[in-house]
């Protein structure tokens, strides 16, 4: 679930982008996106046993695949936030 998640933020981002003032960055953070998006779609393929594609539980720390999607995007607007705040030209 944390796959479509991030292509679900990716895709938000990418429609602002287009309209939302030059400013906000917004290329620099859905380009962010779009590579998280894409690691995690290779892992995925890379790391299939068979059954179900898109699973809703890991065996990690965090059990919640959609809580584990979530925290995944928290540093990546960290990330994009400082950057916005510290962009000097």
């Given at each position: 679930m944390w796959l479509i998640t991030s292509?679900?933020?990716?895709?938000v981002v990418t429609l602002l982008w287009a309209?939302?003032?030059?400013?906000?960055?917004?290329?620099?953070?859905?380009?962010?996106?779009?590579?998280?998006?894409?690691?995690?779609?290779?892992?995925?393929?890379l790391g299939y046993e068979g059954g179900a594609f898109i699973e809703f539980e890991?065996?990690?720390?965090?059990?919640?695949?959609?809580?584990l999607g979530v925290v995944?995007?928290?540093?990546?607007?960290?990330f994009w936030g400082f950057k916005l705040a510290f962009n000097k030209k």
């Open positions: 292509l679900i933020a990716a895709m309209f939302a003032p030059k400013k906000y960055k917004l290329e620099f953070l859905a380009l962010m996106l779009w590579g998280l998006t894409i690691m995690i779609f290779v892992d995925h393929i890991t065996d990690g720390l965090i059990t919640n695949s959609t809580v995944m995007l928290i540093p990546i607007f960290a």
